[in-house]
């Protein structure tokens, strides 16, 4: 009987590909901060609702693939038996309207924000297999964050719109490079040039005792994204999939120098832990 709880939690794991969750909760916390934080109490139920946002995401991810899955991938869990197809629907649309209704508790325009993520989400779900610029939509995805975190703080501010913009072409890049990892030929490098867009922000955005900061912080990421990069376009044995899951990680790294600048040492903290945290999870649960 545990043998088969655990098989079933395991599923529910790599359905939700939970490994990424610490980049969807920087995102929340970024968003938050860049829109000048706010009641507490509200903040939980944006993380809660952002994580069912994600789950039911991913969820439908598998629920839209499941034809492909089974010509092509058949170790992930529908076409390996390990859940049905119609259990995995109900989970990704009952993790979606649960999202909505905790994002609605953080108040109008969080919920509406919420809409648009949704709509996003689905959208991507849909028909990513079926156009060359769904990256792009991907990207789109994690953009809605963060207004949708700063309306569940004091207000939408112009600063975490272009950290949104910056945040979504580095998830735009990491994505077009993901889409190589079942395609033979050459990988392009252009997707990496995205991945930059972060670090060109901060060092326009910043002036005076914020750009030293912001300096650090960017050189951070910079060498973690080269460090990615390297696995694949730098090395004997290229390993595309080791450099994807890095970039996923990094997203935390794109959270902190948004805010880094001006984030406590305590906030500090915190983003580094959740960077440990989605980098430690990869070994348990697969991230793409």
């Not at 903040?43 to 039911?56: A, E, N, Q, S, V």
């Not at 092509?72 to 009952?94: D, K, L, M, T």
């Amino acid at each position: 009987m545990t043998h088969v709880w655990v098989g079933r939690a395991r599923t529910m794991l790599v359905l939700g590909r939970v490994s990424n969750l610490p980049t969807v909760w920087s995102n929340g916390l970024a968003g938050w901060w860049l829109g000048g934080g706010g009641p507490p109490e509200r903040l939980p139920l944006l993380l809660g609702g952002l994580t069912c946002l994600y789950l039911g995401g991913m969820f439908l991810n598998d629920a839209f693939d499941a034809e492909f899955d089974r010509r092509h991938r058949r170790e992930r869990p529908i076409p390996s038996g390990a859940i049905s197809e119609r259990a995995v629907w109900r989970w990704g649309i009952g993790w979606l309207a649960a999202g909505l209704g905790l994002l609605f508790g953080c108040g109008a325009a969080a919920g509406g924000f919420g809409v648009l993520l949704v709509g996003s989400i689905v959208l991507y779900d849909a028909v990513h297999k079926l156009v060359t610029f769904a990256p792009v939509l991907m990207g789109l995805c994690r953009f809605w964050v963060y207004p949708l975190a700063a309306g569940a703080a004091e207000g939408v501010t112009g600063h975490a719109v272009w950290c949104g913009l910056a945040l979504a072409c580095y998830v735009t890049g990491l994505s077009f490079l993901a889409r190589r990892e079942r395609l033979a030929g050459p990988i392009p490098l252009w997707p990496a040039t995205l991945l930059a867009a972060p670090v060109v922000l901060a060092l326009l955005m910043n002036a005076g005792l914020q750009r030293e900061s912001a300096l650090w912080l960017s050189l951070v990421l910079g060498l973690w994204v080269l460090r990615c990069l390297r696995a694949t376009f730098w090395s004997p044995q290229p390993n595309l999939p080791l450099t994807v899951s890095g970039l996923l990680a990094g997203i935390v790294l794109v959270d902190w120098l948004a805010v880094g600048p001006e984030a406590s040492r305590a906030l500090s903290l915190v983003f580094l832990g959740l960077f440990a945290g989605a980098w430690l999870a990869q070994r348990l649960v697969p991230a793409t």
